[in-house]
């Protein structure tokens, strides 16, 4: 059945619409219809594709997505090599190439330049044929880059049909451009992956890179990359005379340009706009590095021509990287949520970029070999996006001989679980699924409010401390630095310094808290309490015989076991005496204290106990130091589960009060 002729009418009207409203939204940033019209038009188009699938084709603005995954990229040519910029630092560079371009030209009056944002992206080349979209690649080595067309196709931004409306299309367009990921669309996507116990990407460069080199393009659809164009290959049927005009051209035909690119005569104009973009580069949603500096004459430009590996006629005046100078002092391995293990530098404290940096991640052993470093090397340290501290190199030259290699542990540092690797990996993890969450439960108890009472300190910065490699072990608690602190999300000065405070006045404890917090299994804080209460001394505790543990009113023998066996251990001695060694002191029991073990306790009762009146349980937690209540609420402690119990338990189980039978009560009251 031919398709009727009003339907393809409609079908090309509704494509070229969106094609225009998609032009105004992201090339205008001046949007003239709203979301839920701009949605109308898509489903319609749609709806009338399904109907009449022969009227599909690949150019139609429902087409980007679908391809399915490749196996690998085909490699495509570039036919006008995609150079790399010298780069420059300093105005006095920069006049520099000024000149030399007028010697170059034997020109002595002002030129006539174009600055534009560098994006701190990867570049792209997009080929339109006739204005269709027919094959996009990556840079790759500037002359061969990557097929990726069907990823790119999934960018919002990128027209699958150019615009004719003001300028006819081109026979041949070759667009290039750099595909970046906005900064808090990286950070949304970090923030999802952490969720989802997957590794974050370290800057948006990063994720725009992985996200573009995708073999299914559909993960690359549901990442949210953008593109800003800079530039031309081959152009067959138009011409151009300036690189402005290039710039507003592409514009016309629905290509997306960095609005803050400039037209400026004279270099003394261009050098004050980048300090004018270097003031506003922190409140741009992307990442820039510098800015490029054109020649605008395409004349001029082809006269200067070109070096060996870029052009005579512009260049990158970079912003001054945050980077400094330091030495390492050791290499740790940080275990992360999903067992990776990640190597970190813990360098000498350094001031980067007017932020202290102790530690920055190496990534994975492959990357250190690369880069050759060394334990004790000097290394030049960087914050890269301004955020991530990072080691560029190191200094070889400062070397002594002393310097060390670094050899990848074989077991987790954690668990101590031998480490395994994929063979196309460079990520070695521990595959102890307990490994992480074990660890920061640990964590988390040893500093909670009734053990060592840290505050600020909850599970997620406890989580937090473990993946940058900060601690991992309870001890290394006490030797943390601000720093540390400060290479972490979410800490400021204030913030620091609060809980170094917090870290410091919990180094003075009482017994019965110091015995809870250590986490041995069956010594809740009652317990802690009799044992304190009985022995008055850690060190007597540590020697208690089980003998000496069963006979104490209160524990039984489970409960005695658990505490000898872990006493006995030669770990757990150790962890007490780092603990000790870190400062953590134990205040003396106050002899004769009565014997309250169920202090600030409160308990309610539900069913009906087989071994006592409730009045004599009552009474006998109240002698005890302890308080019944009637309802189940918040600060309840412990609900008693009796025989037949009622609707308290319910109300226990909502709240996520903690349950005991009634064996457990009288463990817990010495009459067991
Ligand atoms: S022009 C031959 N303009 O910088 C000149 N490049 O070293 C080719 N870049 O990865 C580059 N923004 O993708 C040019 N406005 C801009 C740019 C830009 C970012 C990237 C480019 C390439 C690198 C060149």
Redesign the pocket.
Known sequence: MAVPAEVLERIKKLRDEINYHNYRYYVLDSPVISDEEYDALMHELKELEEKYPETITPDSPTQRVGAPPSEKFRTVPHHVP????DDAFTPEEIREFDSRVKKFLGIDHDIEYTV????D???VELVYEKGIFVLGST?GDGYNGEDVTNNLRTIPSIPLKLLSMEVPVPELLEV?G?VYMEKDAFEKLNREREKQGLPTFANPRNAAAGSLRQLDPKVTASRPLNI?C??VGRVQGHSFKTQWEVLQTLKKWGLRV?PL?KKVTGIEKAIKYHEYLAQLRPELNYEIDGM?I?VNDLELQEKLGTKAK??RW?I?YKFEAAQSVTRIIDIILSVGRTGAITPVAVMEPVKVGGVTIRRATLHNEDEIKKKDIRIGDWVIVRRAGDVIPEVVKPLKERRTGKEKPFVMPKYCPVCGSRLVKKPDEAIWRCPNPDCFPRLAKRIAHFVSKPAMDIEGLGPKVVEQLITAGIIRDIPDLYYIKKEDLLSLEGFAEKSADNLLKAIERSKKTTLPKFLFALGIRHVGEVTAQLLAKHFKRLDKVMNASLEELKAIKGIGPEVANSIYNWFQDEKNRQLIKRLLEAGVTIEPMDEDEEDKPLEGKSFVFTGSLKSMKRAEAKKLVISLGGRVQTTVGHNTDFVVVGENPGSKLEKAKALGVKTISEEEFLQMVGKK
């Open positions: 995609m150079l790399s910029l534009e944002p560098k994006m992206g990867l570049a840079r290039r750099e800003f800079y530039g960095n690119a490029v054109k870029s052009p512009a990158a």
